[in-house]
């Protein structure tokens, strides 16, 4: 007999926040930076270089609650500019999402 999922809002709430899902965020966000520095323009270096990731929070859900995340940010002054030319993190999202 099948038995019936009952989903429990504060654990997976808790789940969301955990600090292991914080390190999944970030091996993921990591393991796209290689994906973002094998398409990155090169010049000087300098723009491939300057990939990290931080750690973060955003709010999401239906209940808008606060949940771990990780961002790929760029160092370099004109990154802005390079992404808007060639649209490096564009593209590599999109591969993220599709996983």
Known sequence: ?????EPDPVGIAEVARSAKMQAAMVAIATAAVSGVRAISPVKSGEY???????PTTNI???KNEERAA???VNTVP????????????SRI???VESG
């Open 1 to 5: 007999m099948a038995k019936l999922y």
């Open 48 to 54: 491939r270089a300057g990939f990290a990731v931080e």
């Open 93 to 95: 999202s999109s591969i």
């Open 70 to 72: 990780a961002r790929i």
């Open 78 to 89: 004109y990154a802005s500019a390079v992404e808007r030319k060639h649209r490096i993190l």
């Open 60 to 62: 999401a859900g239906w």
